[in-house]
């Protein structure tokens, strides 16, 4: 009997070619975390892990491999013992270093089919669409997820259709004026939101994580071919 037995019956003779692919997730966060996981129990079995964070005790309350026995660890280093935990056939390529503008292009040195943007650094995340294109890497980037309280307003869709969110704004305006074709996925909330941000981002365990599910619903469902976005 298989792990995956269960998952095998939806996809069936897809599930090899699941297996195959090479995922690189940027950002482990509440919602780059959850992504990973998701990935990892979908039988994704190459994975590239980008984070410099270590753990703090804010975390705790959205991001999947955090307890208070490895606060002070590299996220990196605790989410990959998670993923071998789970499976120990996975390849998992860590990259713990904080991404930028003069290093992103370090990160492409191997070949994706996926790329999952869950980092906070708006000029990495425009740049991951401008690489993403141009090397033909399907990607999908997630949005704000802080200051939000609803869950069931994040959706899977273009960028040029998403509302109600300051960093989405940001993007759509890039892509607007750099006139970037074809779609550019993202997980995005139409949910206004709640209060005025300052220096700390209010967030909660069920927001960015379901945006991080629906990150890899994403992969998942594209890699079998039944997708619709």
Avoid: W
């Amino acid at each position: 009997m298989s792990q995956f037995e269960r998952f095998e019956l939806l996809v069936k003779d897809k599930f090899n070619l699941i297996k195959q692919k090479n995922i690189l997730i940027i950002g482990l966060g509440g919602v780059g975390s959850y992504a990973v996981e998701a990935l990892i129990r979908s039988g994704i079995e190459n994975i590239t892990i980008v984070d410099n964070d270590i753990i703090s005790i804010s975390n705790l309350n959205r991001q999947l491999m955090t307890y208070h026995n490895n606060i002070g660890k590299y996220k990196t280093d605790e989410i990959e013992k998670r993923i071998l935990s789970i499976n120990p056939n996975c390849k998992v390529t860590k990259i713990t270093k904080f991404i930028d503008m003069e290093n992103i292009n370090e990160l492409f040195n191997i070949k994706y089919d996926y790329v999952v943007d869950a980092c906070d650094t708006v000029t990495v995340k425009l740049e991951l669409i401008r690489i993403c294109k141009n090397k033909n890497i399907k990607l999908i980037s997630s949005m704000g997820t802080g200051n939000k309280m609803d869950p069931t307003r994040l959706k899977i869709t273009d960028i040029r259709n998403t509302s109600c969110d300051p960093l989405a704004k940001i993007i759509r305006k890039m892509v607007n004026q750099e006139k970037i074709k074809g779609k550019i996925i993202v997980v995005c909330s139409d949910e206004k939101p709640i209060r005025k941000i300052d220096k700390k981002v209010p967030s909660n365990s069920f927001v960015p994580s379901v945006a991080g599910l629906l990150c890899a619903s994403y992969i998942i469902n594209d890699i079998v071919g039944d997708i619709n976005v």
